[in-house]
């Protein structure tokens, strides 16, 4: 009695966590299999800033490198995701110019920007990344110093 207790309650926690219930298969007596794979999750990816952009002087490159990261619905890295990340200014308060490389495919679902500059010095700034088929992020708020 206990044992097909714990069954049950093993069937039930996994039917809640699989993303993919038409591939779930309780079996014979006792048993279950999950079928299925990829990226997890079967809604679209989502993009997060690992790394943040920080203070940096108008015209110099922004450091550290900042960094986007491909996610599944489920919350884990999608390193299955090919499509070039593109950066771009959120929030614009001085009407600066980003400059560097804009466009990066992500390599194990991180795309890297080490390039990036801002030409205008102003407080607030963020930046926006998007790409085909993941849902976009925003940056937290970061400044530009005068030279």
Known sequence: MRLAYLGITLA?????????????????????AIGGGG???TGSDVLLF????STATAGNII??????TVHDSLGNPDAAFT???????G???VGGRLSGTLSVAPV????????????????????RATAPGATSAASASFTILTP
């Open 12 to 32: 039930v926690a996994v039917t809640a966590a699989c993303p993919r219930n038409d591939l779930l298969s309780l079996g014979g007596p006792g048993g279950f």
């Open 83 to 89: 499509a070039n990340i593109t950066v771009s200014i």
């Open 63 to 68: 450091t550290p490198a900042i960094q986007v």
């Open 91 to 93: 929030l614009n308060p």
């Open 108 to 127: 194990n679902a991180v795309a890297q920007f080490g390039d990036l500059s801002i030409d205008q010095s102003g407080s607030g700034y963020t930046l």
């Open 50 to 53: 690992t790394v943040q952009p």
């Open 39 to 41: 990226g997890g999750g």
